[in-house]
């Protein structure tokens, strides 16, 4: 069976997604797309023999359409993943789910309500959950490999801030990443976070403090430190480290060639995150093509995750109006037993 | 379009590349496999409902498969290679093409007759052309990064030689792929070669000298050392280093994560060539089977490319045989004027 | 001329100092040591022609010393140093000046009440201001390479607590060169601390929470996070990275070979401190006698730099006792203008 | 007791050895100072207090110079050592102890006529027995990490070559330091050796054929590979790296610091070799003041150990004119017995 796929967004996130789906995975095709500009939604219908949809609930409507990805700007995303409830089709949003906590829990509630215990039909675009590294650090952490988690340290820098960037953005687009990350490595909620800032950069408007540091406490008692650094200028950088009890296990920069040259010896760094996360982006895809061709659950980041994530990241803003102070997380509530 | 794709050999390389094929390639179909261990075909085929053929020239006349991958026996490779070309199919080949000189030339001289200035029918497995590393060390030589080569360092390192490997063996299975891709990195061809053994492994028979040190000079006059060590022990490790006249550029072993543990800091190595390939594995069997989507010239090594290895490894032998002397490489006709 | 050097304390420490007055120093002699257990006195003694003092007060009397190190219990050095200034011999305590912030302010008044604006007497042993790596770091910092500080990152891992550790201690011991090496760093004072825990390690008794996280705020506004872990287990790691507006500076481990072996590949981590800092160590008492013999102010940290290190020291534990909050650091009144 | 050291020679080299001896070592005065250039010998003698004698001669004879450093020109090694042994003083002399065999025999011979069976006077400067690094590398060899060794592959890279740098310089002058290393490494002698060019480097005139590829064999028959490329332009570069039977060692470049900056992340290269081997030349320097001042045996390279390697030399410089063909090395007669 070939899933057919149509993307909703063809700026850089969703073109990528629909170059993937078309030339990277197996039993898939792109079959529509579609943007608020539709000179870009032309381009990657031209590259790929897809036709364009005016829109996104029209494209979901399409009868030849039987998987969605969402790719669109985030204050869209609840709407249209709904859209995608109702026609009762399977939907990769990209992460958040929402921007808001209510936003997010009506996408859990429809999906509730329209599935009761059947196959879940959301996903969310937490693609680290697929890069061979953080794959590899969970599996050795449960393995026991370092002993039991003591402490966590999460750093996050891209090249620069997109336009309109503000401290609470910050979180919600960029951290939130942090957020789904570290309790699904170790297998713990997030209890309670407290918001630091560093130094502003010289470099950023003051509506975006930048860099920001991070405390996570999950339910295990281990500590996460997270620095987000939005204009860090010198590249694309993401890194972890879990400290255990018997040793750490970090992320390496999965680069390939070294060159000396000039007095130096070093590697590149990639502009931004698509080079990083070439490999993620690609598995996760598959992965869910292949769920659902299959009739399984999807492996990916649920609608519930999604909403986990920013229930954190609202409790984030909220210590960083209130003095860096810890704030506690509220669960949303527990799954329906299936 | 989708391309139908039979393996011929079920083994390990077999196994990878039709689970490639069957779950990781965009436009591709798994329909047929065999194997002279039939119950290694029929593995296979559960994992992904292709059929069984009887025998790899059964395979090749199987109406539904429209291109062939070769992975049976080194021994095996001429005489399917040439029965592909008989039924007009795109073939790829793994390396080597044959293990001799007179095997190689005649599927070259069979696919030209068979051809003429029509789409070349035959590829070769040389995978590393499409390594994430080495292309881009080619790239960034040929864009000046760091003035023209001088020297170039190869190690191709594994855990320990298989079953019944001598030294020639060596030569023509393992070092095969440097005399394919430091031509192909330096876009010159090899002139002249030089065989030297290091210290006996006290772990190895006579039988088979290892390690051994290539020198290889191509047609720019760069030196090109190779050490070739099949039972290193500590794990598979491919490195290579092109010294050029204003620096370095050198493949890094491509790992993920880094462990603190037990007084040491390290990565891990593979035991095989499996994880450090995968991707060239997969990128190449991408753009063969787009190629014969698109009905292009395949961007692979070619037959030629794959005589001219042979002929390399044959003059190595010589040296081998002759106290380690140069020994001047016969380049092969050139390929007819399109 | 020759500085004549008497050592307090032959511990491992001392033991450490003793050896490199005798055996490393230019200019310098090894002329009597004391310790609380005369048999290591008496061995380094005969390692060196030293004579063995009854006691650290009896030493620094001996009129053959010029010069004094103390090495002895955290709980001595006050008073030994107080001594020392009594006799007027230039004296390098080792950190901390002293436990508490009044015995550490009491060093500092005695200093100045004998010298006066002439030559300081006292020098402290933070030397990490030695250690190439943060000499480097400094001056790249200084120079502008990657822009001004935004962000700090410190760790110091040990291998295992020392018997009667304590989580005071552990900041008061251990944490402390931080608060000296940061502001060192940066040419900025620490304004205020809080105090985090990671979760408690298994291995370690509740007297001792391990690790700690502490969040450190300079003048300038930079942000300073510090791990410490003083049961690592895996080794003995210290480590920094500064965050400029346009990059980054880390320390890198200082290890000279690197192993491949049983698939992985690798380098070791010292068991303690002393291979880590071992030329630091060197230098700083290079630097120290030097500049006895040429009559100049000392380079090392002064009596007030250890005290302003004890008193973030003990803002940090007025924080651990007040649920992390944010503590302001009192400054102790300025130096005279000489 | 002090020992009283003059250096012969203040070139880059000398004063590096003064200044060495004048600030860092325990136990050495620098008590006189010559060269060919009286201003650079006045201004080695101006920055320590020593006497400038008139040449290498009379500087020998100073009564109060106890031992001789010589680091003048190469060609006057030979006949200044033969003045300090007539003279019965311990001479450290920087390698080559002569560029021709007969000059090194004849060193070797009169010292051995002058004090027969008792304590040596000649040193030869093989820094790189006392570099760290390959002092760990050899001991973790010699205690069986890795398994015998069965290849070697040695780098030796500088940013420049000096003026009237020859093909033949570039063996007796840089080389030479593989042909002492290497045999030192694996206790075991050079018995054959095979030289190669690589492409010359366009920036260098054809008298000098750099880079050049060596090959050594040892008594114990593993083969070394040994770069040497004077003008590798992007910085001083010295690797090695033993492969056993069950790993490899390796040299790491001893750096400090690694900065992320303008898309890349990496470190700094020196241009010379002061800052690489500036601990190994401290430790030679003071294990050889500290063995005068014992009188013992000196654990610096032998005389005979210089002759050897300039023997080796001199077979290179035969293959390097005789087309690359092996060419063996008649090994000196051996040390009479004690």
């Known amino acids: 069976m070939t899933v057919r796929v149509g993307v909703i967004g063809a700026g850089i996130m969703g073109a990528d997604h629909a170059n993937t789906v078309h030339r990277k995975l197996s039993g898939a095709d792109l079959v529509a797309v579609t943007d608020v500009d539709a000179s870009r939604a032309q381009a990657v219908a031209d590259a790929s023999g897809a036709a364009v949809a005016t829109d996104g609930f029209a494209l979901i409507e399409v009868p030849s359409v039987d998987a969605i990805i969402i790719a669109s700007h985030d204050s869209t995303h609840a709407e249209l993943t709904l859209a995608a409830i109702a026609a009762g089709k399977p939907v ?188 993620a982006y690609r598995v996760q895809l598959q992965e869910w093509v292949d769920s659902i061709a299959a009739g399984v659950a999807s492996p990916l980041a649920s609608a519930r995750d999604g909403l986990i994530a920013t229930v954190v990241a609202q409790a984030m803003i909220t210590s960083m109006h209130d003095a860096g102070r810890w704030v506690q997380v509220e669960p949303p509530a527990p799954p329906p037993v299936r």
């Not at 949003?93 to 309500?113: F, G, N, Q, Y």
């Not at 997109?162 to 609470?168: C, R």
């Not at 930048?210 to 890194?239: C, H, I, K, M, S």
């Open 92 to 279: 990769l949003c990209e992460k958040p789910l929402a921007p808001t906590v209510s936003d997010s829990a009506a996408v859990v509630a429809a999906e509730r309500a329209a599935v009761g215990s059947g196959l879940p039909l959301v996903s969310v675009g937490f693609m680290r959950r697929f890069d061979p590294g953080y794959v590899r650090m969970k599996a050795a952490l449960a393995a026991g490999r370092v002993g039991p988690a003591v402490v966590v340290h999460g750093i996050s820098r891209g090249v620069s801030a997109g336009p309109g960037a503000t401290s609470e953005s910050s979180i919600t687009g960029s951290a939130i990443h942090e957020f789904d990350c570290v309790p699904w490595l170790l297998d713990s909620p997030v209890t309670e976070v407290s918001w630091h800032a560093g130094r502003q950069s010289g470099a950023v408007e003051p509506v975006l403090r930048d860099p920001q540091v991070l405390l996570l406490r999950t339910a295990d008692g281990v500590l996460t430190t997270v620095e987000v650094f939005l204009n860090a200028r010198y590249g694309y950088d993401v890194r972890c480290e879990i400290v255990g009890e018997q040793g750490t296990l970090a992320l390496t920069e999965p680069t390939t060639v070294v060159v000396d040259s000039s007095r130096s010896h070093g590697y590149d760094y990639a502009a931004d995150w698509r080079p990083r996360f070439a490999e």
